[in-house]
């Protein structure tokens, strides 16, 4: 019942797109200067139509209709209601519905909040972004249809992957897609700005509100994929430079150079192409994202069963879009002068800019160079974590450095500022205290303290600042603030860390540094969905005699069957304890893995900074028009 | 003549040219240091010693029955049906390890047959093997 009125809503909301394509394009002819009725009134039934069919598919999950062969896949009648519902975009034919799902939403909120703009160059926005909807629409009906029918129907799931049944796992694909996804509108816009001849000033406006939005999501996303990996994956890491981590990083790189040069073409003529290059690129990377994730071309941590044919059609939609883009730029593209003077703000823009290009092509290549070595020489190969951090790391020097003195800098008139302040003063004594304290050697390490530090103080100085002047970018000073913030507590994450593994029964005792771990005892107990064994853990600290009590568990879930280790954590403002245990070949021998894991609290919040100034930027350009 | 104008683009065309080529020089030294190079046991028997170098990764099944365990390490042989190598490992295993089941081990060789094991890898899908192993199973099965 549901999978045939699925695929009806489903069909119908392709019609409507491809209706609106069409209604569109005729009423660019058209004299009036306000976009038809009949426009508006095919967007709302589309958005009406396109979230009605991705409810359609969350009650086929609810009520376990198991006739559909996507829910028979992924769901189990057992599981708990929350995880039914966000089995939803857990699997490959779900998150692509979400996916479309939001392509509709922002194009309807594009329709209907951009308002006072050019007529022609709303309509070509609109246009572009329903060429990609239908695109994705019609790749969702012929290859992954999520209301695919099962005959004859099972009366029982398969169940969907335990280490997914998680709360960070049901929020992290709808905020990474806002993310990914929310960049298609300034594609489109970008593609409607050059045929339409918009000048810079409204192209900037226009594009300002979205790219803060994708980035704000697309970095909230990311947190909590990141979270989820520290207490699920049981490393104990909150970053792994894997393949399909590095996706969602480098449309950020992007969206973080775009949201910048944005800033610069505001103010002046400036960066129009660089702008409209930049939204491609960022829409055609989060394809890429899309495409390296979902074709199973990437050997991952994260990879799940794929298939070929996905990837296949991706890539051609991929190559098509890339080249109609090319050809529609170089058709298009305005001339435009680049004058700039050394030491204006924008100069420190573009060397942002330049930055984030050089980390993307860092990350690129890091994770698509075993893919081409596979495909040219069959050698297998995998690009281990300290290419990544050996490389990016000393450029985190000058990229710190640059974000704590290129904000003060004027628009325009080239004005060297003093770099010797009170802020800088503070930050050399804060990290005297520190040197100290750490008794560190690595120099880079201290030096990105250092730089780090400085950063953060002049933050707090500016945020000062501005209770008297109005003028200083409030969003600017959270999210520098934040990532100063960030780059801190990894670098003393990175140097206090403890780690510690051996194996153990029941009653034994370990001693390593200042620590005593005992494993006092081991319980089993069965859930309604798994059964599991719990081991109780006290770790003393013998430098302050403080204990605490840790509980790892193994589960093994009926549905599928599948065994997962469950980490126990004990968050302290300023340090995690982190246990995992693991059976070995059902012996009584337990694998023990202690960690001490410093500042994780003020990582996750940093980030949590970082993406809140983007959203400020968002509130505070809504209350401007 | 050229014109100072010119002059100073072309001067700064040619450092961001200079600049980007030592960039990518750099990266690309970097990223072949490392790299971590997929072998299967048959492979190891076979290679030359580079494979004792530098850190791989080494990939197949873990051999029924051949799991031991004791208070510091965790041996076990990986086998792909033809040769087969012995790991030694300390730390945790991923939820997936089983013997009989599919594993990547990265860490150095010691010798043709024994390997010291940094990390064993984790996979999400039971029903997912690495690419790498499956098709040298494959090729080993025939």
Sequence with gaps: ?????????????????????????????????????????????????????????????????????????????????????????????????LWINILVLFSFLFLILDENKNKNFRLYTLIFQNILISTFLI??????????????????????????????????????????????????????????????????????????????????????????????????GFWFWDPVENSSLMPWFLMTALLHSVLVLERRIGLYSWVIILSILTFTMSVVG???????????????????????????????????????FFKYAPNENKNYKIFSKESFILLNNWFMIFFLAVVLIGTLYPVFLDTL????????????????????????????????????????????????????????????????????????????????????????EKFKNKNINLSRIISHFGFGMLIFSISLNQIFSVEESFNARVGDERKFKNYTIKFSNLETFTKKNF??????FEIINNKNSTSQNLTPEIRVYNK????????????????????TMSNISSTDVFNIKFQKKPFMNFIWFSVLLISLGGILQFTRFRKKI | MLNIKTKNRLLIFLSIFVLSIILTIFLFKTLRNNVLYFYSPSEVSKSDENAFKNNIRLGGMVKPGSVKTDNNEI???????????IVIYQGTVPALFAEGKGVVAEGKLQDKKFFLAKRILAKHDENYMPPEIKESLKQNAR
Excluded: C
């Design chain 2, 75 to 85: 041996k076990f042989i990986v086998t792909d049906y033809k040769k087969e190598i």
């Design chain 1, 139 to 236: 790749f969702l009906l012929t290859n992954s249809n999520p209301f695919s029918l099962l005959y004859p129907v099972p009366t029982e799931g398969m169940g969907l992957n335990p280490i997914l049944q998680d709360p960070a796992l049901a929020i992290h694909p709808p905020l990474l897609y806002v993310g990914f996804v929310g960049s298609s509108i300034y594609f489109s816009i970008a593609l409607a700005a050059l045929i339409t001849k918009v000048d810079s000033k409204s192209l900037a406006t226009t594009i300002k509100p979205w790219v803060s939005v994708s980035w704000s999501f697309q970095t909230l996303g990311i947190l909590v994929g990141s979270i989820w990996a520290y207490y699920e994956l049981g490393w104990g």
């Design chain 1, 290 to 328: 899309t495409f390296l994730v979902r074709s199973g071309i990437l050997n991952s941590v994260h990879t799940f069963a794929n298939d070929p044919s996905r990837g296949l059609f991706i890539l051609s939609f991929l190559a098509l879009m890339v080249f109609s883009s090319i050809y529609i």
């Design chain 1, 531 to 536: 059964k599991s064994a719990k081991g109780y």
């Design chain 1, 377 to 464: 020489t069959g050698q297998k190969i995998s690009v281990g974590p300290p290419y990544y951090n050996f490389i990016l790391a000393p450029f985190l020097l000058p990229l710190l450095f640059l974000m704590t003195s290129g904000p003060k800098h004027k628009w325009i008139s080239p004005e060297i500022i003093g770099i010797f302040n009170i802020a800088l003063f503070i930050a050399v004594s804060l990290f005297i205290i520190i040197f100290i304290s750490i008794k560190e050697s690595s120099i880079l390490l201290l030096l990105i303290l250092l730089f780090s530090t400085y950063l953060i103080t002049q933050t707090i100085f500016d945020f000062f």
């Design chain 1, 1 to 97: 019942m549901l999978g045939s009125f699925g695929i009806a809503v489903t069909t119908i909301s392709l019609l409507l797109s491809l209706s609106l394509l069409y209604l569109s394009y005729y009423d660019l002819k058209l004299s009036s200067n306000r976009v038809s009725k009949k426009i508006y009134k095919f967007s709302f039934l589309q958005i009406l139509l396109t979230f009605l069919s991705f409810i359609t598919l969350i009650m086929a999950y609810v009520i376990s209709d198991f006739s559909l062969i996507n829910v028979y896949e992924n769901s189990h009648t057992t599981k708990p209601l929350f995880y039914k519902i966000s089995g939803t975009w857990g699997n490959h034919e779900g998150s692509l519905l």
């Design chain 1, 560 to 579: 599928p069957e599948t065994i997962t280790y469950e980490a126990s954590i004990n968050t302290r403002l300023f340090s995690d304890s982190y246990l």
